[in-house]
Nanobody, 126 residues
Framework: VQLQAFGGGLVQAGGFLRLSCAAS????????MGWFRQAPGKEREFVAA????????DYADFVQGRFTISRDNAKNTVYLQMNRLKPEDTAVYYC????????????????????WGQGTQVTVSS
């Protein structure tokens, strides 16, 4: 199984980025997908999650309507559109896969996830 996240970069505050995560080696529709992030010196934290069909989405409180998670099951890819970025959004962003039956039991808990991507750096300058 491989999850490849890309799309990170350096952006000014107020700007936007779109992260992508391409999955291979698994049956994509058997998995819900999540995005987490980890800033230096901080613990990994939940950002957003999406059910296997895309019908369910959940977000961390700090997202405040700025981010949108989506998926394209035909392309085995999950996306995170991030708008109105803030310096505090600076972190390494990771995508992860969670067996879809466990979505309601802990989509925000990183220990529930089965597979992880390598992460992509997002840096927001003030």
């Amino acid at each position: 199984v491989q999850l490849q996240a890309f799309g990170g970069g350096l952006v000014q505050a107020g700007g936007f980025l779109r992260l992508s995560c391409a999955a291979s080696g698994l049956t994509f529709t058997r998995y819900a997908m999540g995005w987490f992030r980890q800033a230096p010196g901080k613990e990994r934290e939940f950002v957003a999650a999406i059910g296997w069909s895309g019908g369910s989405t959940d977000y961390a409180d700090f997202v405040q309507g700025r981010f949108t998670i989506s998926r394209d099951n035909a392309k085995n890819t999950v996306y995170l559109q991030m708008n109105r970025l803030k310096p505090e959004d600076t972190a390494v962003y990771y995508c992860a896969a969670l067996l879809r039956s466990y979505y309601g039991l802990g989509y925000s808990r990183h220990e529930r996830y089965d597979y992880w991507g390598q992460g992509t750096q997002v840096t927001v300058s003030s």
